[in-house]
């Protein structure tokens, strides 16, 4: 089955500095890959996805690249701000090929971001 | 508003004592799935279903129990809790698993 890797576990950046989150995938056959973000006391929530057709997705301050021949992915934030503090998850997912498919979650990255 | 609604938030039961934790989306969602949430691990899929009557497993379904009779329901039924059941578990809904899920605010069980 599908094993997504995640790092780091933890990750402190000054406020206006930009945070990088990596991942890594096992099975080849995953198109689908989302990053959810979690608050205190909240369930996730998605904050972007990528399917294996594209490259690279931004939405304002947040992009993920994928390479799918390394099988991995990036969510990069840039100008980071207080209110992005929190755990980030990435995810992977055979998607359409599989119509049993799973979403596999790594492990989550606690990202802090001092003022 | 659209959400996905769980209970109860918080639960501290005793080992072997069945207990249900309800599920509810307001979405006509067809795929829901159930996590648990540990320290390190991330969240790990128990069990899954596509639509009314079909449920699969995930990846750590042992002791773990779920139906869809209905397609806003999908309980999450332990039958004999132990300890190593003690955990933060959230449902989640979506129109299928490749769009984005819809979490509930999570349960936090204690089965001491």
């Known amino acids: 089955g599908e094993n997504v890797e995640q790092h780091p576990s933890t990750l402190s950046v000054q406020e206006g500095d930009s945070a990088v989150i990596k991942c890594t995938y096992s099975?080849?056959?995953?198109?689908?890959f989302p990053w959810y973000k979690q608050e205190l006391g909240k369930g996730p929530q998605l904050i972007i996805d990528i399917r294996s057709n594209v490259g690279e997705k931004k939405d304002q301050r947040i992009a993920v690249t994928l390479n799918k021949t390394a099988k991995h992915f990036s969510l990069h934030i840039t100008e980071t701000q207080p209110e992005d503090s929190a755990v980030y998850f990435c995810?992977?997912?055979?998607?359409?090929?599989?119509?049993?498919?799973?979403?596999?979650f790594g492990a989550g990255t606690q990202v802090v971001v001092t003022p | 508003e659209a959400q996905v609604t769980q209970n109860p938030r918080y639960l501290i039961t005793v080992t072997g004592k069945k207990l249900t934790v309800t599920c509810s989306q307001n979405m006509n969602h067809e795929y829901m799935s159930w996590y648990r949430q540990d320290p390190g691990l991330g969240l790990r899929q128990i069990y899954y279903?596509?639509?009314?009557?079909?449920?699969d497993k995930g990846d750590v379904p042992e002791g773990y129990k779920v139906s869809r009779k209905e397609k806003r329901n999908f309980p999450l039924i332990l039958e004999s809790p132990s300890p190593n059941q003690t955990s933060l578990y959230f449902c989640?809904?979506?129109?299928?698993?490749?769009?984005?899920?819809?979490f509930g605010q999570g349960t936090r069980l204690t089965v001491v």
């Open positions: 279903s596509m639509n009314v009557e079909v449920t």
């Open positions: 099975d080849s056959a995953s198109n689908y």
């Open positions: 989640a809904s979506s129109p299928t698993h490749v769009n984005e899920a819809f």
């Open positions: 995810a992977a997912s055979r998607g359409a090929t599989d119509s049993w498919g799973k979403l596999q």
